[in-house]
């Protein structure tokens, strides 16, 4: 008998899948395409205090097995949120994991207070890492003393267990993930997108109008599974693994690396059954490997 | 509903320099379209992970087939251009609204579109009942011509004065002085903004199809957004979604 589930610092999950933040919405648009029953956590577009507007347009640019990404975190905020998105994921056997984001500590603080109180919230995942908006995100994730400080006040004020994710745009990820273990994270996962540019040769100009953007895709998958493998082994919390997962070997690679969960993110734009096909290809391989519980392939290559 | 499926491909033609008609099967995807709709081509290249939004040419609910004309822009058209009858191509659809049809066969609609706007003029131009005047813009070689005869009053313009009045549509409506009640709308941004200015001028209504860099296609990324003059419904903001609250809109609606 084959078990997926996974415990994620007392949540239990289904299996170890989920989408990651920013590229599945609330999870309303995808369930046309994917069974949001099937997934073991939806992990939602970030939500601020207040609406944000987002970048200016062109926000997305292809690159090789790859993309470029510069929304700025456009969201209705909390309210909205709180009204429309949550109501509808309560529907659905999955956990949900609402991703946060703040341009100060203050909005960070405010909207972790607002989604203690929700009952259909299961954890959160504190966005300090986007590479789009100038204030907040990066500037929270990149210095390990930041980390520490904004993990910390948030660990305070939240009744939820809370994930912390992390941006591949430093020196050396495992003193980012000890500062977060440190300010009492639950979990952290990673990577956020990678810091890119594309230029657009024939018209001489920058092919995303904020000029950089997130790379992210299969293009990225090797750096991010070497930052997974390397965070694993700096903390004792759970890692949750991404960066351009397309398929369950994809996913297994991170598991293996000491991922105890996986987040499907840009495959879906390429295949919008991605993350379902993933948890029936994690069982498929178990079962070639004559593996029970999938706990047991987390770090398994040393 | 939207479907994700393998298309097989009934025929391909290369009808001008560079634009290619391609008629898919398509099953309930083609059955549940309409005008001004479009479909996410994936390719069979995982390099290449984006769709590309395609405007539907033509419909045929019965029949379950789709034509889409396009240009090449890229590797990714180019992979489909190269795609013969009995190949198969991954697409998802059908998405966006749509342009409204239910106008009043007293009225007189002014269809405008130009270069590669011009496709899905064609499936608009068929559903649409009321007096119809087609303009339409190309640089030089001008395609899907023969398609359009008997649908309504045409006029072309060319930029190279081969054929039809030099110069743009605009050109082209102001030389013959040519009115309406409404317009429909597909082009590129320069024209639409002209169009939304002919428009507020004559004091009509304008529906412009709008065109944007796009990752899902379904409205969830918040890739593909045109700056809006009333609060979108998705994010309480400035921001709609061309894949999902258009790619038509009134032109009152967005800022262009």
């Keep these: ?302 | 509903m939207k479907r994700y499926v393998n298309a097989g491909v009934i025929s391909q033609e290369e009808i001008a320099q560079n634009i290619f008609s391609m008629w898919l099967d398509a099953g309930q995807i083609a059955a549940g379209a309409v005008p001004g709709q479009f479909i996410s081509l994936y390719s069979a290249d995982a390099s290449r992970l984006l769709p590309r939004p395609i405007s539907l040419c033509e419909i045929d609910r019965e029949g379950g087939r789709l034509r889409i004309v396009y240009r090449i822009a890229g590797a990714g058209t180019r992979e489909f251009s190269q795609l013969r009858a009995g190949d198969a191509v991954r697409i998802l659809g059908p998405l966006g609204n749509g342009y409204p049809l239910e106008e009043k066969d007293s009225r007189h609609a002014l269809l405008i579109a130009g270069g590669i706007g011009v496709p899905p003029m064609l499936a608009l131009a068929k559903t649409l009942q009321c007096r119809k005047t087609i303009i339409l813009g190309y640089r030089s070689e001008r395609f899907l011509l023969q398609d359009f005869q008997g649908l309504g009053e045409i006029v072309t313009a060319t930029e190279d004065g081969s054929a039809g009045v030099k110069g743009n549509v605009m050109d082209a409506i102001a030389a013959a002085h040519i009115t309406g009640d409404v317009i429909y709308s597909c082009g590129p941004k320069p024209m639409l903004r002209a169009v939304k200015d002919l428009a507020m001028e004559q004091h009509i209504t304008a529906w412009v199809s709008l065109e944007e860099r796009m990752a899902c296609g379904i409205g969830a990324c918040l890739g593909c957004v045109c700056e809006s003059t009333d609060v979108d419904a998705h994010s309480h903001v400035h921001n709609k979604r061309v894949c999902k609250d258009g790619p038509v809109f009134d032109a009152r609606e967005v800022v262009l």
Excluded at chain 1, 17 to 28: E, I, Q
Excluded at chain 1, 85 to 111: K, W
Excluded at chain 1, 187 to 209: P, Y
Aim: hydrophobic share 45%.
């Design chain 1, 1 to 302: 008998m084959i078990d997926l589930g996974i415990d994620l610092c007392g949540v239990k999950l289904k299996n170890p899948v989920m989408v990651c933040s920013g590229t599945f919405g609330s999870g309303a648009e995808y369930s046309e395409f994917v069974d949001l029953n099937r997934l073991g956590a939806v992990v939602t577009k970030g939500v601020a205090v207040t609406p944000w507007t987002g970048n200016p347009a062109p926000r997305i640019a292809e690159t090789p097995s790859g993309m470029l990404n510069a929304i700025g975190l456009q969201n209705p905020g909390i309210d909205v949120f709180e009204e429309r998105d949550l109501p509808y994921l309560a529907q659905f056997d999955t956990r949900v994991i609402v991703n946060v984001c703040g341009h100060s500590e203050e909005e960070y603080i405010a909207c972790v207070k607002r989604l203690s109180e929700n009952d259909t919230v299961d954890m959160l995942e504190i966005n300090i890492s986007c590479p789009n908006v100038r204030e907040g995100g990066i500037a929270f994730g990149t210095d390990p003393k930041a980390v520490f400080a904004i993990t910390n006040a948030i660990k305070k004020v939240s009744a939820k267990p809370v994930i912390m994710k992390l941006s591949p745009n430093v020196t050396d990820i495992a003193e980012i993930a000890r500062a977060a273990e440190a300010g009492g994270a639950d979990a952290i996962s990673l990577i956020n997108t990678i810091t890119g540019m594309k230029i657009d040769v024939e018209r001489q100009c920058f092919a995303l109008a904020n000029r950089t953007g997130g790379l992210s895709g299969p293009a990225i998958r090797p750096v991010a599974v070497r930052m997974v493998y390397q965070a694993a082994h700096a903390v004792s919390v759970p890692v949750i693994g991404m960066g351009g997962i397309t398929c369950a070997s994809d996913a297994l690679e991170f598991i293996l690396a000491g991922a105890s969960a996986v987040s499907i993110g840009t495959a879906n734009f390429h295949n919008p059954c991605t993350a379902a096909e993933v948890v029936d290809g994690i069982a498929d391989y178990m079962e070639r490997h004559h593996t029970d519980h999938v706990q047991s392939l987390v770090g398994a290559v040393k």
